[in-house]
């Protein structure tokens, strides 16, 4: 059974309904969910499922299962676990989650500043980065750092978008990612538009407005090997 990802459509949604379609000996599968599983980079989310009856079940990962296109929602050893047909609660972490959306609306943004192909990608709640194919002797941590957060000041709307396989396979130059394809075979592919700054297919959770971003820090560059050169970020708060 597919689950319904309320993320795509909302993620700001912290809280909402969902039945139990199956029940693993440590993870829980829902008709619907707004638990991000990990993909694309951004870690899973993290949260609670609440029963009926109070009973809390905490989420410590969630992750998909692409053999059959569901998410599946773990829980720690030893948690008591719901039945099959029952309506829970679900809850996420939101505060760990709005970070992983600002810092990955801040990879976009970044990769618009470092024009080079990106060879990788991680997004955590407390820092992020891309890897570039890229010469390390131009990467420069205050230009970057500087030019990222003029980009984050002008306050820019974002939106999701979604094109036909067939015109991503005419724009190629919409995929900026060399180690992760967007998914086809649907028929349609989720793009993230920030007018006049990025547009690129993503399936991931971002921010309304980049201003919500707030100002970034580069933290740290590295040579990652023959074609990867590191550059992490994290929010300068």
């Known amino acids: ?16 309904d969902g039945q139990v379609v ?7 599968e829902l008709d619907r969910t707004i638990f991000y599983p990990l993909g694309g980079g951004q870690l899973g989310d993290v949260g609670v499922l609440v029963r009926s009856n109070g009973e809390r079940i905490a ?28 309506t829970l ?38 820092k992020a980065r891309l890897d570039f194919d890229i010469d390390m002797s131009l990467l420069d941590g205050q230009r970057i750092e500087s030019e990222v957060n ?34 086809r075979g649907s028929g349609r592919v989720r793009l993230l538009r920030i007018a006049g700054i990025d547009l690129q297919p993503c399936g991931g959770t971002h921010v309304g407005n980049i201003g919500e971003i707030g100002a970034i820090r580069v933290t740290r560059i590295r040579n990652e090997g023959r074609r990867n050169r590191r550059v992490e970020i994290a929010l300068a708060e």
């Open 1 to 16: 059974m597919t689950t319904e990802l309320m993320f795509r459509d909302d993620a700001y949604r912290r809280t909402a």
């Open 59 to 86: 989420i410590v990962d969630t992750r998909k299962d692409l053999a059959r296109d569901a998410v599946l929602h773990y829980t720690a050893d030893g948690a008591a676990l719901p039945e099959a047909g029952e």
């Open 150 to 183: 003029a980009l984050i000041s002008r306050q820019v709307e974002t939106e999701t978008v979604w094109i036909t396989d067939d015109e991503l396979d005419a724009r190629p130059d919409l995929v900026k990612t060399m180690s992760v394809q967007p998914p």
């Open 89 to 126: 609660t679900l809850e996420i972490d939101w505060p760990r989650r709005y970070r992983l959306m600002r810092l990955h609306t801040a990879l976009h943004v970044m990769s618009c500043v470092v024009a080079a192909p990106v060879t990788g990608g991680h997004i955590a709640p407390d």
């Open 22 to 28: 199956m029940v693993y000996p440590n993870a829980i």
